[in-house]
T-cell receptor
């Protein structure tokens, strides 16, 4: 069965701090996809990144970076020099190779204080 | 502007009443999804549809019903059989390929918050 665990329920940082959000997943498939979504207070989920299981290269997009490690079944998300606008709930999700369905973690609420 | 429109933003249900949440997309996406979000919880899949006139149950379909008569529309009815309907409901859509090509990104609407009176 698929499962996504986001052990950090809430994180609070001060602006300009770096913060890492953890995501650990379980799947028996060799082909799968991992996602991160951001949910600001408005409620709409915003897609951030998709990574397939064959691509272990880390990715950087501006202040955001993602570290995918198959050996530890983790797909962690780092925000560098956090800003107040980064305050949101962040969800990690998994889709296996045979399904369009996403399995979501419970989310990590990030609060960035000025 | 292309996107997914959910309405209404807030909805109140009386005891024993069925209510319908609207979801419309103009992205020309094949697949559409309904999720339920409870406080402190992740999203749980209610129903999904990969093509018109076809849909499948998700993990928590009991007490809900859907239809997919048009590609653009995927309304969700919360029936009186759903005893705990208070939640935030999110609709999503994605391009769907049934040939084993890489799974596609789901794009979400702004959600409907349903409460019980």
């Amino acid at each position: 069965a698929q499962k996504v665990t986001q052990a950090q329920t809430e994180i609070s940082v001060v602006e300009k701090e770096d913060v890492t959000l953890d995501c650990v997943y379980e799947t028996r498939d060799t082909t799968y996809y991992l996602f991160w979504y951001k949910q600001p207070p408005s409620g709409e989920l915003v897609f951030l990144i998709r990574r397939n299981s064959f691509d272990e290269q880390n990715e950087i997009s501006g202040r955001y970076s993602w570290n995918f490690q198959k050996s530890t079944s983790s797909f962690n998300f780092t925000i560098t020099a956090s800003q107040v606008v980064d305050s949101a709930v962040y969800f990690c999700a998994l889709s296996d190779g045979g399904s369009e369905k996403l399995v979501f973690g419970k989310g990590t609420k990030l609060t960035v204080n000025p | 502007d292309g996107g997914i429109t959910q309405s209404p933003k807030y909805l109140f249900r009386k005891e024993g009443q069925n209510v319908t949440l609207s979801c419309e997309q103009n992205l020309n996406h094949d697949a559409m999804y309904w999720y339920r979000q409870d406080p402190g919880q992740g999203l749980r899949l209610i129903y999904y549809s990969q093509i018109v006139n076809d849909f499948q149950k998700g993990d928590i379909a009991e007490g809900y019903s859907v239809s997919r008569e048009k590609k653009e529309s995927f309304p969700l009815t919360v029936t009186s059989a759903q005893k705990n309907p208070t939640a935030f409901y999110l609709c999503a859509s994605s391009i769907y390929h049934n040939t084993g090509t890489p799974k596609n990104i789901q794009y979400f609407g702004a959600g409907t918050r349903l409460s019980v009176l």
